[in-house]
Nanobody, 127 residues
Framework: QVQLAESGGGSVQAGGSLRLSCVSSGYSRSPHTYSTYCMAWFRQAPGKEREGVAAIESAGSHSYTDSVKGRFTISRDNFQRILYLQMNSLNVEVTAMYYC????????????????WGQGTQVTVSS
């Protein structure tokens, strides 16, 4: 069973930075290896729907939601099976629970359906 574990969340002041990590494990029973999965970050703020933040396909193509372009960077280390989200110039609007997910490539830097989800890490930005 593939498992995803997020970390790196916390409380920061506006303008600060955080780097989220998502460690993947349990691929021994999976027909795929980590490197073949499309990986993505989602977030959900209280009272709001979950939204996609960034995605990175197995070959490295990536995409971002408009509100984070230029401030967030998604990357992956296939050898260590870690997904990252570097978040800079944080503002209060990004306060949410952040989740990572693994799925299939969707093309143009996006992911298709998702098979696995992590438990989330909380990011709180204060003004």
């Amino acid at each position: 069973q593939v498992q995803l574990a997020e970390s790196g969340g916390g409380s920061v002041q506006a303008g600060g930075s955080l780097r989220l990590s998502c460690v993947s494990s349990g691929y021994s029973r999976s027909p795929h290896t980590y490197s073949t999965y499309c990986m993505a970050w989602f977030r959900q703020a209280p009272g709001k729907e979950r939204e996609g933040v960034a995605a990175i396909e197995s070959a490295g193509s990536h995409s971002y939601t408009d509100s984070v372009k230029g401030r967030f960077t998604i990357s992956r280390d296939n050898f260590q099976r870690i997904l990252y989200l570097q978040m800079n110039s944080l503002n209060v609007e990004v306060t949410a629970m952040y989740y990572c997910a693994a799925g299939v490539n969707g093309g143009l830097g996006t992911c298709g359906s998702f098979s696995y989800w992590g438990q989330g890490t909380q990011v709180t930005v204060s003004s």
